[in-house]
């Protein structure tokens, strides 16, 4: 059973940029397709970007498009997410999510039903 961490959130102005982390232990860290959701209040978790097993493929929302970067770093079992340019829109609670695949599965993988393992998730507050 694989336990995801996140780290990294904080105030930032518009305009910005952070970046988060999401740490595993348990498991196996490679065999995991990864993902970065957010949560504002009163509404559904939100797809941002999602990984594959070895970096390969990365999907993106819309939103996060040309701003954000998904990365990960198999040796450190970490997961990153750089965010620039953040917007107040931006403003939500950030969570990782993982589900296991196989190798050479590149399905975009967007919804939160499809994710096992959660983080506890990580406040990010952009203000303008």
């Known amino acids: 059973q694989v336990r995801l961490v996140e780290s990294g959130g904080g105030l930032v102005q518009a305009g910005g940029s952070l970046t988060l982390a999401c740490r595993a232990s348990?498991?196996?860290?490679?065999?995991?397709?990864l993902a970065w959701f957010r949560q504002t209040p009163g509404k559904e978790r939100e797809f941002v970007a999602r990984?594959?097993?070895?970096?390969?493929?990365?999907y993106y929302a819309d939103s996060a498009k040309g701003r954000f970067t998904i990365s990960r770093d198999n040796d450190k079992k970490t997961v990153f997410l750089q965010m620039s340019s953040l917007k107040s829109e931006d403003t939500a609670v950030y969570y990782c999510?993982?589900?296991?695949?196989?190798?050479?599965?590149?399905?975009?993988?967007?919804?939160?039903?499809?994710?096992?393992?959660w983080g506890q998730g990580t406040q990010v507050t952009v203000s303008s």
């Open positions: 999510a993982a589900r296991s695949t196989i190798l050479t599965d590149n399905t975009n993988y967007s919804d939160q039903t499809d994710y096992v393992h």
């Open positions: 348990g498991g196996t860290f490679s065999r995991y397709a």
């Open positions: 990984i594959t097993r070895n970096g390969g493929s990365k």
